[in-house]
């Protein structure tokens, strides 16, 4: 089975400043997917960026990267730069390569602050 | 990019009624799925929408409550059958394989809330 960890349920960040938003997983999988997703109060789940389990190198997608230890099982989020539209729910998840099922964390609220 | 498109976007039903939603995705896709968010919670997987079969359910999860239709490689339809107010959720589509990508991408999502 598969567990997501998100251990901070709220953040709160400056405008313009980075945050790293934590996120922990368990598999007995050696292949698998791992996705962060950004909620905002209108409910759409927003993907945001995604490593795979070979992947050597992290994932960036703009202003968000994936930092990605694998011997540790840590999957990290990096906002930089943080905007006021950023705040938002950010949820990490995982996928099996064979079905494709996410497992979602709990979630993070991120606020950022002007 | 593609486009993924739910209806309802919202409703409001009463107890022991049915909602349908509908999940269109402008290119064809591997693999649908369906969600669902409670008040407060993470996502939940509901099912595995199987094009041309019957879909698969995750524990918790039986066919009567949520019977689900994939007729073809863009379209989905999920019903969420004699509701109760527990009933209330977000419910999401999501799809994978636009653009021979692993990455998954969600519908807008059909907020239901059952009085």
């Known amino acids: 089975a598969q567990k997501i960890t998100q251990t901070q349920p709220g953040m709160f960040v400056q405008e313009k400043e980075a945050v790293t938003l934590d996120c922990t997983y368990d598999?007995?999988?050696?292949?698998?997917?791992l996705f962060w997703y950004k909620q905002p109060s209108s409910g759409e789940m927003i993907f945001l960026i995604y490593?795979?389990?070979?992947?050597?190198q992290n994932a960036t997608e703009g202003r968000y990267s994936l930092n990605f230890q694998k011997a540790r099982k840590s999957a990290n989020l990096v906002i930089s730069a943080s905007q006021l539209g950023d705040s938002a729910m950010y949820f990490c998840?995982?996928?099996?390569?064979?079905?494709?099922?996410?497992?979602f964390g709990a979630g993070t609220t991120v606020t950022v602050r002007a | 990019s593609a486009v993924i498109s739910q209806k309802p976007s919202r409703d409001i039903c009463q107890r022991g009624t049915s909602l349908t939603i509908q999940c269109q995705v402008d290119?064809?896709?591997?693999?649908m799925f369906w969600y669902r968010q409670q008040p407060g919670q993470s996502l939940t997987l509901i099912a595995t929408?199987?094009?041309?079969?019957?879909?698969?359910?995750e524990s918790g999860f039986v066919i009567d409550k949520f019977p689900i239709s994939r007729p073809n490689l863009t379209f989905s339809t999920l019903t969420v059958s004699n509701m109760s107010p527990e009933d209330s959720s977000i419910y999401l589509c999501?799809?994978?394989?636009?653009?021979?990508?692993?990455?998954?991408?969600f519908g807008p999502g059909t907020r239901l809330t059952v009085t």
């Open positions: 999501s799809v994978v394989g636009l653009q021979n990508s692993y990455e998954q991408y």
């Open positions: 598999t007995s999988d050696q292949s698998y997917g």
């Open positions: 490593q795979g389990s070979y992947d050597e």
């Open positions: 998840a995982m996928s099996r390569s064979r079905d494709y099922k996410l497992s």
């Open positions: 290119s064809q896709v591997t693999m």
């Open positions: 929408a199987n094009q041309g079969s019957e879909a698969t359910y």
